[in-house]
């Protein structure tokens, strides 16, 4: 196997940090976390910069309005804007990493004619309706009700942990369409506008003091069929393509800022002379042999997705391993910055406590466990 870069990519990557050095400092500065208003407007200005650029969308298909650009195409441009300092998707997370993504993938010609330019412009902002306060890890337990009325669903039911969706404008859910079925089988994905009528959000404090959840009420909120992503009560199988996509290869950026985090965290052991310790030494060591692998796993999520247009079992092996090494990290940052947290400024501490939850968002550890022994190594599942 070739891992080495051909003078296209390299002549790629040159005119990529051109692009960054020029456009990074153009940036304004950015708003306080808890300003969701400020943060749309910022995260939206800078996926237009991208679009304008032509780096949005870059490994989309071209019929969807990305570039159709390779996988190696894709890995750089994650490595050098992660590098470069770059804003991350930020609010426009779901609407690219996600939904858009699902519709490019399953969407009809006129759905993704509506949906996805709009996402790559940084247009319109989407949430994701999918964990319920009874159906989270199980997420087919959901009873969010759709009920068929001519040309439209009229929705009643409750949504949890909606990521931004005070500040979005379309939401990718799912419902119930048909109660009498497997409840595998009687799930639909819509998309819903957030302004309809009977949609009621309040947003969730969390830990960390920010609102970036919230809880999301629908009183019989009426949703056209044409807005069905899939066959009516296909959306399960519709719904594995969107979590593919978020186990597999939402995070990869993440995987390089985690790298560069364990850089500075060597260099600040080396400064406080705790780097001394073997101990220390070791832990740290196979962090880094963690995350250079998670690396290799991205690159493979990635390939894969450009192949066949969707991440398969790999998603979830990338999701298990990712979620345990950055707690693992942040644990590590806390024992060279002061156990007690004294030590850490907010951002680490911050980044300390999200990272407690990445064992649960995106799907649990144990159900990534479940996908792992049932597709993979073939075992029979569980009762």
């Given at each position: 196997?070739d891992?080495?870069y ?5 002549e790629?990557r ?8 020029a456009?990074l400092?153009?940036?304004p ?5 808890d300003?969701w208003?400020?943060r749309?407007?910022?995260?939206t200005a800078?996926q ?10 870059l ?9 159709g650009a390779t996988?190696t195409q894709?890995?750089?441009?994650l490595?050098?804007?992660e590098r470069?300092?770059a804003?991350?998707?930020?609010a ?7 939904a858009?993504?699902?519709i490019?993938a399953?969407g ?9 330019p709009?996402v ?18 199980d997420?087919?337990a959901?009873?969010?009700?759709a009920?068929?009325?001519g ?5 009643s ?33 819509l998309?819903?506008?957030m302004d309809?009528?009977g949609?009621?959000?309040r947003p ?6 920010s609102?970036?959840f ?6 019989e909120v009426r949703?056209p069929?044409?807005?069905?992503v ?9 719904t ?13 950026g993440?995987?390089?800022a ?11 052991a ?9 101990v220390?030494?070791?832990?740290l060591g196979r962090l880094n042999a ?14 894969e ?15 298990l391993r990712y ?16 156990a007690?947290?004294?030590?850490l ?5 911050l980044d ?6 990445y064992?649960i ?18 075992l029979?599942?569980?009762?």
């Amino acid at each position: 196997m070739d891992l080495s870069y051909t003078p296209e990519e390299e002549e790629f990557r040159a005119r990529l940090r051109e692009w960054l050095a020029a456009a990074l400092p153009a940036l304004p500065a950015r708003p306080r976390p808890d300003d969701w208003p400020g943060r749309r407007a910022y995260d939206t200005a800078w996926q237009r910069m991208l679009h304008d650029a032509g780096y949005a969308g870059l490994h989309w298909p071209v019929d969807a309005g990305g570039r159709g650009a390779t996988p190696t195409q894709h890995l750089i441009f994650l490595e050098e804007t992660e590098r470069a300092g770059a804003p991350y998707v930020g609010a426009n997370f779901v609407g690219l990493l996600h939904a858009g993504p699902t519709i490019a993938a399953e969407g009809t010609a006129e759905q993704r004619a509506r949906w996805l330019p709009p996402v790559l412009r940084g247009d319109e902002i989407w949430c994701q309706g999918f964990s319920e306060p009874d159906a989270g890890s199980d997420l087919a337990a959901l009873r969010t009700r759709a009920v068929r009325d001519g040309d439209h669903y009229v929705v009643s039911g409750s949504k949890i942990w909606t990521s931004h969706a005070e500040v979005a404008d379309w939401c990718e859910l799912l419902v119930r369409t048909d109660p009498a079925a497997p409840r595998h089988r009687g799930i639909s994905w819509l998309a819903m506008e957030m302004d309809a009528p009977g949609v009621t959000v309040r947003p969730l404090r969390t830990l960390a003091g920010s609102t970036e959840f919230a809880e999301v009420f629908l009183d019989e909120v009426r949703v056209p069929v044409a807005n069905r992503v899939g066959a009516e009560n296909d959306g399960w199988r519709v719904t594995m393509v969107t979590l593919s996509f978020e186990r597999g290869t939402a995070f990869v950026g993440e995987v390089v800022a985690c790298r560069r985090t364990l850089d500075a965290l060597a260099a600040e052991a080396r400064r406080r002379g705790s780097w001394d310790d073997p101990v220390l030494r070791r832990r740290l060591g196979r962090l880094n042999a963690e995350f250079r692998a998670l690396w290799r796993l991205t690159q493979w999520n990635v390939s894969e997705a450009g192949r066949g247009g969707v991440v398969g079992t790999g998603g979830s092996v990338f999701k298990l391993r990712y979620s345990q090494a950055r707690q693992e990290l942040y644990e590590a940052a806390a024992e060279v910055l002061g156990a007690d947290g004294a030590d850490l400024d907010r951002e680490w501490a911050l980044d300390r406590l999200s990272s407690l939850s990445y064992t649960i968002a995106a799907g649990t550890s144990q159900i990534q466990r479940n996908i792992v022994a049932e597709r993979l190594l073939g075992l029979p599942k569980g009762r």
